[in-house]
């Protein structure tokens, strides 16, 4: 262990947080040698004398390693929520990026009520949950998790007694052994049905509670600040906020997910939609006991009721008189009776299409708002404002679907389904694939001129033209039910042109999800580009100009504005950060996506269009992670727009929304910046950035730097020899494949298991390579504009955002652990040459990041830098015992493939338990 970096140094250093910690290593040390495992109980580590460094590394160590990794990740969540509430005690605006500290920031710019109001009603945010990126752990562990982490809390109440506290340890030391026994890793690859059970937890279990806190939070800052509370209030003026969901959407190099897995899928939602609502209209009508007959409300109110009893038939009648004299009790169990579920025991268990039943959520809403005006009207505001909203809200955040199911697909998917349908119908030319951009084009505006289909429903197909129309046709007898809501976006990945959009149009159409009017056709579904490597970032700009000048595009967004009750035309945007961060490095992927977003919002307003981007990011540095607060100010003028939508992915899901308080935390710096960045955008003029010069230099040379890297021969030789790629290519950690089509190569790889390799080996170029060289390069060569970034790196966000990033990364890397893994590779002058590579480039980056900030790491990222060098020596341990199990598995893989099987078992637990480590799968 180095020296200095005991448990006891890391508590004297940063307190409460790891005083937790040596509680929960006391309690698993405790019941493990109750339970008879005094043998394993002697190497939890911090508590027990002895060197880390001899420890035995067998399964059961290494799954102790993992427990404790998952402890330490547990109580640095817990003192980050305590820490939070200790500032706010003291000054509620006194934490940075939540709504008071936002509020505080724009009143004290001369933006009061007149400004903010209005707009808190137009905010829109929509986080939407994948499975894709691996959650390493399965949803039985993260459940034990979340059980342990409510234990933690309640243990440091102060209003229990000691006899109480006692009790509550030992129901935490039942907890522990509890993990310690469910196995942490999935030994068979989970399906998408599992992945969308922990995602629909969430949804269920969690978001529901939080959404009321974010509210309450932005009535108490406002209250703060002296703003009118009764203003939001009078006005709903709150955030929109909405989720959407990938898991049984997402079919992009999945052939798992099916057409009937996503209308289970959406069945699923439907259903779990309604247990959210039922909840709540159900602790609604126990609390409005208020004693009001029917007789004495308002006439409107009385017919409405009347109307229900009458939509519902007999039952209806068996509802209005079992509350007699209790007016509003009445109008909400005829809302819940209007539920269109089977209920027992007053669960919602299958969907039903009940005499009188609701089908869209804006009949219950229509509802809710006249209970609330009649409790207004009754005298009950706080009742009407509180209780009332808190269920509009639930219906409004989660509708009668639960989360949006986007459809994701890629574009050269679509381009073999087209060949196919043409074949089928017959034509002449069926290489629809082998055809150029302008033949493509006059084909398909051709075809969309009218409403024709090329072939029958009935009609054989080959394999990628009936997995799309087999979708399609699903979705379309589903929304024909129940409406769009539930739909969020048809995605195509790798948009590399005009026609990649058009072709979304004309499969539509063959599914029936076009219509005709006098001008044309309109398309149902929101077709939305994936702009995923610099080359398409770069292009994007081009492709959508040409998209918006289509007729048929701008009928159908003004189609879907019309349908949504929006000001203006909407087109949403997706831009990825995994595979153009894969495509040049850090500092050139995040230029390139600001350009990006800069432009396209500029021809959003050329054209009276308002863009929605949505931000395909990850759980790691490299895709996109970093401080929420941090990445919406850094986003380009007008990029938010008040309207913000990006992915939640893995095991990130469960480290921002497993716990409610630090799930509201999240969700509010998300919702308070946006309106805080998008104000602060509308009352400025459109503007570049300022360092653009410098920036794009740094972005261009760090690529060259990056890109003479990924592309130099062996390199690929040395990728897939000195990290454990192979091995998690063959893991069970996710349904979804590690490879596109299955080809061996760089740009087939996907962008998660290439950063999630390099990670597990302690590297984590991905986030740091090619920086320093251009750094290096820009202090000789320019150095007055060295000095400028060196002054604008604390103030100004987009340089804040990356550096910020790239230091956390590089309190991560360690050249020791780089070292180990590229024993692994067998050739030596490979090793040596990419080794020696990789190592100066490092030293540079450490080198100018000390220099730029003036600060050792130590002291620039305090938090992080001892909660490493805490889990170091565990880590070292697991490091050497992984290569160990590489070296041997490769050779068994050869020698003795049912060897190989055991082995890769236990490699899979120092994989998981490393991920553990590092708080991601990539």
């Known amino acids: 262990m180095e020296k200095g970096m005991t448990l006891d140094t890391v508590e004297k250093e940063m307190g409460k947080a790891y005083k937790g910690l040596r509680f929960l290593l006391e309690a698993l040390n405790e019941v493990l040698i109750e339970n008879g495992e005094a043998d394993i109980a002697k190497f939890i580590p911090w508590i027990n004398t002895g060197q880390l460094y001899e420890l035995p ?38 934490v940075n990026g939540l709504w008071a500290s936002n509020l505080k920031f724009l009143k004290e710019r001369g933006m009061g009520e007149k400004e903010i109001i209005p707009l808190l009603k137009e905010i829109s945010i929509e986080p939407v949950l ?156 126990r609390r409005l006991s208020f004693s009001i007959p029917l007789e004495k409300c308002s006439k409107a109110y009385q017919e409405r009721t009347y109307e229900m009893v009458a939509e519902l038939g007999e039952r209806g009648d068996k509802v209005l008189h079992r509350n007699v004299g209790e007016a509003f009790r009445q109008m909400i169990s005829l809302m819940i009776a209007k539920l269109p579920v089977d209920t027992e025991r007053g669960h919602a268990t299958k969907l039903s299409k009940t005499q009188g039943a609701y089908i869209h959520s804006s009949q219950l809403r229509s509802d809710l708002r006249l209970l609330q005006k009649e409790l207004l009207g009754y005298g009950a ?10 269920a509009l809200r639930i219906v409004e955040v989660f509708g009668f679907h639960l989360a949006a199911l986007d459809i994701r697909q890629n574009s050269d998917f679509h381009d073999k389904a087209i060949g196919q349908l043409l074949k089928a119908a017959h034509w002449d030319e069926s290489s629809y694939i082998e055809w150029d951009e302008e033949k493509r084009i006059a084909f398909l505006l051709k075809e969309l001129e009218h409403a024709r289909p090329f072939v029958h429903v009935k009609t054989p197909l080959d394999k990628e033209a009936k997995a799309v129309m087999d979708c399609y046709r699903t979705i379309e007898e589903h929304t024909a039910t129940y409406g769009f809501n539930c739909i969020g976006s048809f995605i195509v990945s790798m948009t590399r042109s005009f ?147 990006l992915t939640e992915q893995g095991e990130t899901i469960a480290q921002k929304y497993a716990h409610k308080v630090n799930a509201a935390f999240n969700l509010e710096l998300l919702v308070a910046n946006t309106l805080s960045k998008t104000l602060m955008d509308k009352n400025n003029d459109r503007s570049y950035h300022d360092k653009a010069g410098i920036i794009e230099w740094l972005a261009e040379e760090s690529k060259n730097q990056y890109t003479s890297l990924i592309k130099s ?65 820009l202090k000789t060569e320019r150095p007055n504009q060295y000095q400028e970034l060196k002054q604008a790196i604390e103030t100004d966000a987009f340089l804040k955002y990356v550096f910020t990033n790239v230091d956390s990364s590089l309190v991560a890397t360690d050249e020791k652990t780089m070292r180990l893994y590229s024993e692994l590779v067998p050739d030596a002058e490979l090793k040596h040459r990419f080794l020696s590579k990789f190592l100066d480039e490092l030293k540079l980056m450490h080198h100018h990041m000390d220099d730029l900030t003036g600060k050792p790491i130590e002291e620039r990222r305090k938090d992080l830098y001892y909660s490493n060098h805490l889990r170091a020596p565990l880590m070292d341990s697991l490091h050497t015992k992984q290569v160990a199990l590489l070296d041997r598995w490769r050779t068994e893989k050869i020698n003795n493939p049912e060897a190989a099987q055991t082995t890769q078992i236990e490699l899979m637990l120092t994989i998981n338990a490393i991920a553990g480590a590092n708080r991601n799968t990539g």
Not at 381 to 390: G, H
């Open 381 to 390: 505001k706080s009742t009407a404002y509180e209780e009332v909203t808190s």
């Open 713 to 777: 021969d062996g390199f690929i030789a040395y990728f897939r020899a000195a990290t454990p790629i192979d091995a998690i290519e063959t893991s069970k950690i996710g349904s979804r494949p590690s490879k596109r089509t299955g080809a061996n190569t760089l740009a087939d790889l996907r962008a998660i298991p290439w950063v999630f390799s390099w990670s597990q080996a302690s590297y984590h170029m991905t986030s740091w390579y090619g920086l320093g060289s251009a750094l290096k390069k």
């Open 499 to 645: 026609s990649d959009l058009m072709t979304v149009y004309l499969l539509a159409k063959e599914a029936g999800l076009t219509f005709m009017v006098e001008e044309g056709l309109v398309s149902k579904i929101h077709v939305v580009p994936l702009l995923e490597t610099i080359e398409d970032l770069e292009n994007g700009p081009a492709i959508l100009e040409a998209y918006f000048s289509n007729p048929i595009v701008q009928r159908s967004l003004k189609y879907h504005q019309e349908q949504q009750g929006l000001k203006r035309p909407m087109q949403q945007i997706m831009i990825g950060y995994s595979d153009s961060n894969k495509d040049g490095g850090i500092m050139s992927s995040n230029w390139h996506l600001y350009k990006a977003q800069y432009k396209l919002a500029q021809l959003g307003e050329e054209y009276n269009i308002d863009i929605r981007f949505f931000h395909g990011k990850g759980g790691s540095i490299s895709r996109g992670s970093g401080p929420t607060h941090y990445f919406i100010k850094a986003l380009p003028y007008n990029s938010p727009n008040g309207n913000v939508r």
């Open 130 to 285: 994948t499975a894709h990126p691996t959650e390493a752990k399965r949803a039985t562990v993260l459940e034990h998790h979340r059980e342990l982490y409510l234990l933690l809390v309640k243990l440091e109440n102060t209003m229990y007694s000691k006899h109480e506290k006692a009790h509550i340890r030992n129901t935490i030391k039942l907890s522990l052994y509890r993990l310690w026994k469910t196995g942490e890793i999935y030994l068979e690859k989970p399906d998408v049905e599992s992945e969308l059970r922990n995602i629909v937890h969430y949804l269920v279990n969690v978001f529901p509670e939080v959404i009321p806190i974010v509210d309450q939070r932005l009535e108490q800052a406002v209250d703060v600040l002296d703003l009118n509370k009764s203003a939001i209030q009078g006005n709903h003026a709150y955030p929109k906020i909405t989720f959407g969901n990938w898991v049984g959407g997402d079919r992009d190099g999945h052939p798992l997910v099916t057409a009937d897995v996503t209308q289970n899928t959406l069945l699923h939602l439907r259903l779990n939609a309604f247990v959210v609502i039922g909840r709540k209209l159900n602790e609604l009508v």
């Open 57 to 94: 590394i067998t399964p059961k160590t290494i799954q102790l390693y993992s427990l404790v990794f998952q402890l330490v990740n547990m109580v640095e969540i817990n003192n980050a929520v305590q820490n939070r509430r200790s500032l706010e005690e003291a000054d509620l605006a006194g």
